[in-house]
């Protein structure tokens, strides 16, 4: 390290940012990868039939799998926009949980 | 019985071919037994780092095929007697390894060896596939940098899925992992992934650190295994990573900066 260094080491470092990096990644894709095969078309097309009634980005809505022992969870979450055409409150995200019970899946 | 290990990471160039052939010829000078399997087929390399491509005859390829025996296959390393090397094909298309295959000569190369020590390519194609899949224990070759350690967290699922291990309900393959080009100097400057922050995201056993050393490159110039050059800091870490594979209790070294005199300090030279 030199004396020029040390008067430059005000900013984060790129460590700490690949660290913060790679735990996000590495933990979707963790997630991921046991989640059914058809999840990421169900996204695509919830929220084509999605757009066509309300004004969502793409990154508005997210779709989760969880699984627990017995119960698999799908989640859907979308953010609505702030000014809506119809009258319903914003911000708050809307949650509609599709429980599905099954035993032995696998 | 023989112990297989497949030299593994997903990511091309982090250092598994340099890794197999020091710990092949570390396992060998301690009086095992070893034969050491270059699974990348089209594109072999260990013959070069072992320093036999010129002995090559025949390849795991011809004794997958039955073109020739094990036995003609095998190059005996001239520095030491325990240890043999089986090249990869370079002609020959990937498809050209079976599983089958593969199975066959590990369980022929298991009657007569202590330990077998699998190259594997790069990707998760089939060489590395069939290179990982009879594995026992896996060494996780990773450099401290974001693609390497994204690539060997893939790499640690399909060893958890599609190993045979994994597949027959066996209990897992035990997995480690092996920081490569580790440059403690960067580290402490805030450049570069620390030892900690590589094992807080994969969460694997540490095995050893090598030091990012131009002793490595010395080595695979001359076609010395870089264990041999015991004067290296790569080559003293390598040792290190050998005796804690065979259960030693040896402590990590290089992992921290060397004390610098207050000169070099001054001025940043190395």
């Known amino acids: 390290m030199s004396l020029l260094d040390y008067f430059r080491r005000t900013k984060p470092s790129t460590a700490t940012i690949a660290k913060e990096r790679l735990q996000i990644l590495v933990a979707h894709e963790r997630s991921s990868k046991h989640q059914p095969s058809y999840l990421p078309q169900l996204q695509r097309e919830l929220l084509a039939v999605i757009q066509k009634y309300v004004n969502v980005d793409n990154e508005d809505i997210s779709v989760n799998f969880e699984q627990d022992d017995d119960q698999e969870v799908l989640e859907l979450n979308i953010v609505l926009p702030e000014e809506m055409e119809e009258k319903k409150d914003t911000e708050k995200d809307k949650k509609f949980s599709k429980k599905n019970k099954r035993k032995n899946h696998v | ?270």
Do not use: W
């Not at chain 2, 990773?142 to 060893?159: F, Q, Y």
């Open chain 2, 1 to 270: 019985m023989a112990r297989i290990i497949v030299v593994t990471s997903g990511k091309g160039g982090v250092g598994k071919t340099t890794t197999s052939a020091a710990i092949a010829m570390g396992l060998a000078k301690k009086g095992h037994k070893t034969a050491v399997i270059d699974f990348d087929v089209g594109l072999r390399n260990l013959d070069l780092i072992m320093g036999c491509e010129r002995r090559v005859v025949y390849d795991l390829v011809n004794v997958i095929n039955e073109e020739s025996t094990l036995k003609q296959a095998l190059i005996k390393d001239k520095r030491c007697n325990k240890l043999f090397i089986l090249p990869a094909s370079q002609t020959r298309d990937k498809d050209a390894l079976t599983q089958e295959g593969v199975g066959k000569v590990l369980d022929e190369l298991s009657k007569d060896f202590k330990y077998i020590v699998c190259d594997s390519p790069a990707g998760i194609e089939r060489g590395a596939n069939l290179a990982m899949y009879y594995a026992d224990d896996a060494i996780v070759v990773t450099n401290p940098e974001v693609a390497s350690v994204r690539d060997s967290d893939r790499m640690l699922g399909i060893l958890a899925s599609k190993s045979r291990r994994a597949t027959n309900d066996e209990e897992p393959i035990k997995e480690y992992l092996l920081l490569t080009r580790y440059s403690p100097e960067r580290v402490k400057l805030g450049e570069m992934l620390s030892v900690e922050d590589v094992q807080d995201i994969l969460s694997l056993h540490l095995l050893g650190v090598i030091p990012d050393s131009q002793s490595v490159l010395n080595a695979s110039n001359a076609g010395i295994p870089v264990i041999l050059d015991e004067e290296s800091d790569a080559g003293q870490a390598y040792q290190d990573v050998v005796s804690r594979f065979l259960g030693e209790n040896t402590p990590h070294r290089f992992i921290n900066e060397e004390k610098k005199g207050l000169f070099s300090r001054l001025f940043g030279s190395k």
